[in-house]
């Protein structure tokens, strides 16, 4: 591992199913500590990079590697443990649960520890100590006790990033964090996920569909299209980049 290799490097990367050509030679470097906003419309392809990043899909072509370390052999399990974290366009939390479980039972499988109480008391505080600080930085120490099935959306989503913090990733995947979350809780969100990168020098690529959003945070701004990635580039480029335009953003996208 180099300190000078990008934090990610995708080498021409392509993903075939059937006969569909779901992503087709997509290639870019992100540098540590960037923020890159990935856009496009509806079925681009933005979820499926995500997917092959974070290896719940396998590439048919190409190559993909963090920090100089290729990640093309290593199921989801061992990327995760290599520093890549990632959230999903829907809910992965467990309901039945409160908000503190959820977020410890995360920060357990980062020290590696057993589940059991009984067994591992010391390595269960430990893990709560940092889904405590992981609930302060989302703003979420006073619903502690709240099982998330009753939290709001936006809630929900701060909970996740908590989980995400526990495991205390250098690269993180956000696929679409405002989705579905009210108008109220899109300042505060935008807010933990500025402080998520830039505190912690974290390298961040998200997905999502509220252009200000991403024009406000990002470094860099990847535009897919058909599958295939069509600029990347400052936010300044990409608004006055006449493809995009046409492709794009001049369609009256979200
Ligand atoms: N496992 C799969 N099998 C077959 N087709 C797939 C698979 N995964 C994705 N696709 C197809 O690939 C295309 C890209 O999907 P993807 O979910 O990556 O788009 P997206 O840009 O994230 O869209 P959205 O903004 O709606 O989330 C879509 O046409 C989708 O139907």
Redesign the pocket.
Known sequence: MSPTAPALELSGVSLQ?GG?R?LEDVSFTVQPGEMIGVI??????????F?LISGV?KATGGSIAMAGRTLDKLPIHKRAAAGLGRTF?TSSLFNGLDVMENVRLAAQAKLGGSLSVLAFPRRHDEASTIAAECLEQVGLSHRAKVRTADLSHGDKRKVEIAMLLAADPTVILVD?PMAGVGMGDVPSLVEIIRRMHRESGRTLMM?E?HMDVVLGLADRVAV?HN?TLLAIDSPEAIIANETVQSAYLGQGAA
Do not use: D, R, W
């Open positions: 199913i569909a779901i496009g419309p509806n079925g681009a392809g933005k979820t499926t990079l997917n899909l366009q679409e997905v569909h897919m599958g």
